[in-house]
């Protein structure tokens, strides 16, 4: 049986590399890392026709490992290990009470506990916890699992390809580690963070140093695009231009009647607002302290392909009320690029995922934050 592990690398100036295959495209980011910062060697990304991955399930096998061997090819020499980053409807991050219990009994039954939170039998998942809180009365975990044979679908087609996954965790660990790394822990005691891509929207919510929940939403660019096309019959190609043309920021003053198609992603947008609002509501209903704003989110972060749009941040700050921005880790201090330039349109909220996963060895070496990330996804069974 396959064992998903930890990896052991500490951060010499080797180089490292990550996937992120979702449903529109397969990013591959290969860099070095350096102390506390990485040096960006190489991100190729390869796009992918519809329905070849959906929900984070690989559908069409052999049309992805040709897109894989392209990407592949493009790197050029790469190593021979990676990090894979997994997201879907499918798979768990959510805090869950349990009774107390010592940490040790809580490993050997966890297989036991998980199966009343997970929508099918615990064995066919790979399972882990963090431990958020421990009272008198209570353990508090968050529980995180991702489907045993979608996950090694993905594992399958990359190993195929004579390169070891030494890694797998779910994307908001990869996000949360990019943020981490940029800001050197300079973060509201409370943020969220959304991931918008193109079959579904990650909202996530980290209180201090713990990432308190985590929520799949299933609206997102594909969903912008569909809505386009069917209305207005465009093209893939077109619905994707017309939605980059569009700035959401005009929406706040008036619903411009000469353009029809931004009133027609209002309410889809409104909706997916509507949504995350509501995590983080119930976030807050669950977390926030009786001393007033402690544990109240202070920021909130966007990213993935549709925070390309224009105005989004904008749009949703006056919307929910909370200072706004599409994070871009291209941005930070702790990411450089050596010889490598990047393509204009290659923007660093795209990137988010694959180059957090590349940064692993430096959390590995601070260790300011063990993440639950990192033994989320460990096999309990040999």
């Known amino acids: ?30 860099a070095q890392v350096h102390g506390r910062s990485i040096t960006i060697e190489r991100l190729v990304e390869t796009p992918l026709p519809p329905n070849a991955v959906r929900e984070g399930t690989l559908l069409e096998p052999d049309t992805v490992a040709r897109a894989l061997r392209e ?46 939170y997970l929508p099918s039998a615990a064995e066919e998942h790979f399972i882990g916890f963090e431990v958020v809180e421990q009272g008198e009365e209570y353990l508090e975990i968050l529980l995180v699992a991702a489907p045993r044979a979608s996950t090694e679908a993905f ?19 990869a996000f949360w580690r990019a943020i981490q790394t940029a800001y050197r822990g300079h973060t509201p005691p409370a943020y969220a963070f959304v991931d918008i891509g193109g079959g579904h929207t990650q909202v996530s919510v980290v209180r201090g140093p713990l990432l308190a929940l985590t929520r799949h939403i299933p609206i997102a660019g594909e969903t912008f695009s569909a809505a386009l096309k069917g209305y207005f019959h465009y093209s893939d190609e077109e619905a994707e231009q017309i939605k980059r043309g569009l700035n959401l920021a005009d929406l706040i003053e008036h619903i411009p009647q000469e353009n029809p198609p931004l009133r027609l992603v209002q309410p889809i947008l409104d909706e997916l607002i509507r949504e ?11 977390f926030q302290s009786q001393k007033g704003r402690e544990g109240r989110v202070e920021r909130l972060y966007l990213a993935g392909g ?3 749009m224009q105005g989004i941040a904008t749009y949703f700050e006056h919307k929910m009320g909370i200072p706004t921005q599409v994070f871009d880790p291209f941005q930070s201090e702790a990411v450089n690029f050596g010889n490598f330039v990047p393509d204009p349109e290659m923007l660093g909220c795209q990137w988010v995922n694959a180059l957090g996963a590349t940064m692993i060895p430096i959390e590995q070496a601070e260790r300011d934050i063990w993440y639950a990330a990192t033994e989320s996804l460990e096999e309990v069974a040999a």
């Open 71 to 116: 990407t592949l090819q493009q790197a050029g020499k790469h190593p021979k290990a990676a990090v894979l980053t997994i997201a879907g409807p499918h798979t768990t991050a959510r805090p869950v009470r349990l009774p107390p219990m010592p940490v040790e009994v809580l490993e050997k039954s966890i297989q036991f506990e998980a199966g009343r």
């Open 276 to 286: 995350i609002r509501r995590s983080l509501n119930y976030y807050q209903s669950q």
């Open 155 to 173: 594992i399958d087609l990359i190993e195929k390809h004579n390169i070891e996954v030494e890694l797998v965790e779910l994307q908001p660990f």
């Open 306 to 308: 549709t925070a390309r």
């Open 1 to 30: 049986m396959r064992k998903v592990r930890k990896t052991n690398r500490q951060p010499k100036g080797e180089a490292f590399m990550a996937f992120d295959i979702g449903s529109t495209s397969i990013k591959l980011c290969i």
